[in-house]
């Protein structure tokens, strides 16, 4: 059964500061990996991608990839209050081609 | 405007009753999944579909249903057999051969008492 890990929450930071939102994953050979943002409430709404090793950026976002740790992280600079939600890691591909495994999500609260 | 629909919003049953959610797509995506959330929980797969007329078990089927008549519909059926039905039911979609990045819809919140 693949597993995917999320750093337990709630996290809280104050406004301006740096989130920082950790996963690790079990599929050794899983190919994609994804963060989605969940607003209370509403669907789940894909924020980041990433597929190689290293580092993916898209404006405050950062993804942060390591597969020979089985480690994926998503850094939110610069937080703001609109950022409190709860994010979800997913990882596809691998032994399960066409599926996603969801994480269990982190609760991010930024507070003014 | 292209995107993914689910009706209803919210949904009331009385336990023993069979209810049907649907969900609609209109971006062109070969490849459907329902998933269910309970609160505080990630994302659990139901069914999911890569090709018209044909779908897989996810994780937790037990209890539901689905077809796939249509390129653009994937109704899910929630049984009396599901002994746990209240939750919040999520429809996506994606390009099959590609990275898998699912896009999802509103949501339908059933409540089953």
């Known amino acids: 059964q693949k597993e995917v890990e999320q750093n337990s929450g709630p996290l809280s930071v104050p406004e301006g500061a740096i989130a920082s939102l950790n996963c690790t994953y079990s599929?050794?050979?899983?190919?994609?990996f994804f963060w989605y943002r969940q607003y209370s409430g509403k669907s789940p709404e894909l924020i980041m991608s990433i597929y190689s090793n290293g580092d993916k950026e898209d404006g405050r976002f950062t993804a942060q990839l390591n597969k020979a740790s089985q480690y994926v992280s998503l850094l939110i600079r610069d937080s703001q209050p609109s950022d409190s939600a709860t994010y979800l890691c997913a990882e596809g591909g691998g032994t399960s081609y066409g599926k996603l495994t969801f994480g269990q999500g982190t609760i991010l609260t930024v507070h003014p | 405007d292209g995107g993914i629909t689910q009706s209803p919003k919210y949904l009331f049953r009385k336990e023993g009753q069979n209810v049907t959610l649907s969900c609609e797509q209109n971006l062109n995506h070969d490849a459907m999944y329902w998933y269910r959330q309970d609160p505080g929980q990630g994302l659990r797969l139901i069914y999911y579909s890569q090709i018209v007329n044909d779908f897989q078990k996810g994780d937790i089927a037990e209890g539901y249903s689905v077809s796939r008549e249509k390129k653009e519909s994937f109704p899910l059926t929630v049984t009396s057999a599901q002994k746990n039905p209240t939750a919040f039911y999520l429809c996506?979609?994606?390009?099959?051969?590609?990275?898998?990045?699912?896009?999802f819809g509103p949501g339908t919140r059933l409540t089953v008492t």
């Open positions: 996506a979609s994606s390009i099959t051969g590609g990275r898998n990045e699912q896009y």
């Open positions: 599929d050794r050979v899983s190919q994609s």
